[in-house]
């Protein structure tokens, strides 16, 4: 069973930037392809930004594209968002998870889910 436990939420302000790590346990970490969702309220749960197993391919949404970078280290079991330029319409609740061997974007193919950080964006 692989646990993953989020950090890094907060609160900031409109073009601040915040990084969001992902530490798993439990499994071997190279063999999941990561990834990042989140829910704002009263939304359903969204894609941000996938990467694979070497960290060597990546893809992102539309929104946060050019702004969001989502990075891997393999020794250290952890994936992390690095969040810059942030808008309020990021505010949500961000969850990290983890998908067997392949790359992709869709949440319900996702295996192992973290219990979220809340990110909160003013204005």
């Known amino acids: 069973q692989v646990q993953l436990v989020e950090v890094g939420g907060g609160l900031v302000q409109a073009g601040d930037s915040l990084t969001l790590s992902c530490a798993t346990s439990?499994?071997?970490?190279?063999?999941?392809?990561m990834g990042w969702f989140r829910q704002a309220p009263g939304k359903e749960r969204e894609f941000v930004a996938t990467?694979?197993?070497?960290?060597?391919?990546?893809y992102y949404a539309d929104s946060v594209g050019g702004r969001f970078t989502i990075s891997r280290d393999n020794n250290k079991n952890t994936v992390y968002l690095q969040m810059n330029s942030l808008k309020p319409e990021d505010t949500a609740v961000y969850y990290c998870?983890?998908?067997?061997?392949?790359?992709?974007?869709?949440?319900?193919?996702?295996?192992?889910w973290g219990q979220g950080t809340q990110v909160t964006v003013t204005s």
């Open positions: 439990g499994g071997t970490f190279r063999l999941y392809a």
């Open positions: 990467i694979n197993r070497g960290g060597d391919t990546t």
């Open positions: 998870a983890a998908k067997i061997i392949t790359i992709g974007r869709d949440h319900s193919q996702y295996n192992y």
